[in-house]
């Protein structure tokens, strides 16, 4: 089974075996599919160029031509206004059909990857808040006696970097960016005591995770970054360093063209657990396109 997932930032593919429910391979590629849509409402024609590549690329290491495939695309082609366009092109020159889904969809499925990934970690899974920080929106997902509450946010990492001149200005407005999240918490914790714990997926959560293990954007490595507990001083600590850092050297820790929208990312991340009242989080890599495989696998079984 292959799951594709075009997210705002970032395109990812999966291959797992429906059989163990076990990665078999795996592919991602930054192609900034929201660049610019911030200030003209549209995917930018070299935004769908680098996609296509990235699709090509992906179909070197992994073989399409001999297994299903399933790719669904997220908050940057919901709100595009050339979306159909977008999509027709993708599927002329690659031959991939791309849904696009909406939040709660996005939510459900990462969900469903995470608790999968909790389970295999021996974590808890039945009693947590969920927190999927991605390119154009969020995803809030809280877990409390056997209920699932979840809110789809227009709050992204890139689309706050290209909303603001500099990190500085991010910082000063992240109160007001985050005052729907608040309010949503605020909605739940009033009903239902806090949930167990913070778990956090999606770029942000993960480099952070192997900057702690020591693991620069060459080497990272899935299973070494799964499960790993970050508290909020060592975020802090982190993003000290990382902004001590040159562009060169930041570049080795977060990848090419990520150096800005990881401060973004922080200041999000960091803005949430405070309004859900934590001061730790587990990552986890695992995300929308384990949930769409896993998905497609129990479909089928």
């Known amino acids: 089974?292959?799951?594709?997932?075009?997210?705002?930032?970032?395109?990812?593919?999966?291959?797992?075996?429906?059989?163990?429910?076990?990665?078999?391979?795996?592919?991602?590629?930054?192609?900034?599919?929201?660049?610019?849509l911030q200030q003209s409402g549209e995917i930018s024609k070299a935004s769908v160029?680098?996609?296509?590549?990235?699709?090509?690329?992906?179909?070197?290491?992994?073989?399409?031509?001999?297994?299903?495939?399933?790719?669904?695309?997220?908050?940057?082609?919901?709100?595009?206004?050339?979306?159909?366009?977008?999509?027709?092109?993708?599927?002329?020159?690659?031959?991939?059909?791309?849904?696009?889904?909406?939040?709660?969809?996005?939510?459900n499925l990462t969900a469903l990857a995470v608790k999968e990934a909790l389970k295999k970690l021996d974590l808890e899974y039945q009693d947590f808040i969920l927190l999927d920080l991605g390119g154009g929106s969020s995803e809030l997902y809280i877990r409390k006696e056997d209920r699932a509450f979840i809110k789809s946010f227009d709050l992204g990492i890139v689309t706050l970097t290209q909303k603001y001149n500099s990190y500085e200005d991010v910082l000063k407005c992240i109160e007001n960016e985050t005052k729907d999240i608040r309010k949503f918490v605020k909605e739940i914790y009033a009903t239902f005591q806090k949930p167990k714990v913070f778990v956090s997926t999606a770029g942000t959560a993960t480099t952070l995770a192997?900057?702690?293990?020591?693991?620069?954007?060459?080497?990272?490595?899935?299973?070494?970054?799964?499960?790993?507990?970050?508290?909020?001083?060592?975020?802090e600590e982190l993003l000290k360093k990382l902004l001590s850092f040159d562009d060169e050297e930041r570049c080795r820790w977060v990848g090419v063209g990520r150096s800005e929208l990881i401060f973004s990312g922080i200041a999000i991340l960091k803005s949430i657990l405070s309004i859900s009242d934590f001061d730790e989080m587990i990552v986890i890599d695992d995300g929308l396109r384990e949930g769409l495989a896993l998905s497609k696998c129990n479909d089928k079984s």
């Open 49 to 107: 160029n680098r996609i296509i590549e990235a699709i090509n690329e992906a179909k070197k290491v992994i073989d399409f031509a001999n297994d299903e495939v399933y790719a669904v695309a997220t908050a940057a082609l919901r709100r595009a206004a050339n979306q159909e366009k977008v999509l027709n092109r993708i599927k002329k020159e690659t031959g991939i059909l791309f849904e696009v889904i909406g939040g709660t969809q996005e939510a």
């Open 1 to 36: 089974m292959i799951a594709c997932d075009l997210g705002s930032n970032t395109f990812r593919v999966v291959q797992m075996d429906c059989g163990t429910k076990e990665r078999v391979k795996e592919f991602e590629k930054i192609v900034k599919t929201a660049d610019g």
């Open 210 to 235: 192997a900057f702690k293990m020591g693991l620069d954007y060459k080497s990272y490595d899935h299973d070494k970054v799964n499960g790993v507990k970050l508290t909020v001083l060592e975020i």
